[in-house]
């Protein structure tokens, strides 16, 4: 049972890491892997993706080479999920578009591993 943020952090940092590798690589494929088969993806005020495809189609224009700044990231858990929320700001390296908001993600344990089950992003305004 995990009981602290700390706890939290140790085990979802790694796989946050490697999740955001994975979307600057552009292999939408690859980057399902840190997907539940029936994982929701919410980008607030512009649209919402259920499962594998949909989710794919929303990510693709984000999957690029990027630099991504990270603040204010916390975690909380309980005996069987962990909630991760953080302020993202992202430039696009081949484009220079910019966007920034707040993100939060619900992973749980599915067969031994984390997977993300709900996406959430909200633009800043």
């Known amino acids: 049972m995990i009981t602290s943020q700390d706890q939290a952090r140790a085990i979802l940092g790694p796989i946050l890491a490697k999740f955001g590798h994975t979307m600057q690589s552009g292999n939408l494929d690859d980057i399902f892997q840190y997907y539940s088969a029936d994982a929701t993806l919410v980008m607030k ?13 929303a990510l693709a224009p984000l999957t690029a080479p990027a630099t991504v700044k990270i603040t204010n990231d916390r975690f909380e858990a309980t005996s069987d999920h962990i909630i991760y929320r953080a302020h993202i700001h992202t430039t696009l390296k081949a484009s220079g578009a ?3 908001g707040d993100t939060e993600q619900i992973w749980r344990k599915e067969d031994g591993q984390w997977k993300c089950v709900h996406d959430e992003f909200a633009p800043a305004h």
Do not use: L, P, V
């Open 98 to 100: 910019e966007f920034q």
């Open 45 to 57: 005020g512009a649209r919402c993706a259920y499962g594998k495809d949909q989710i794919k189609q």
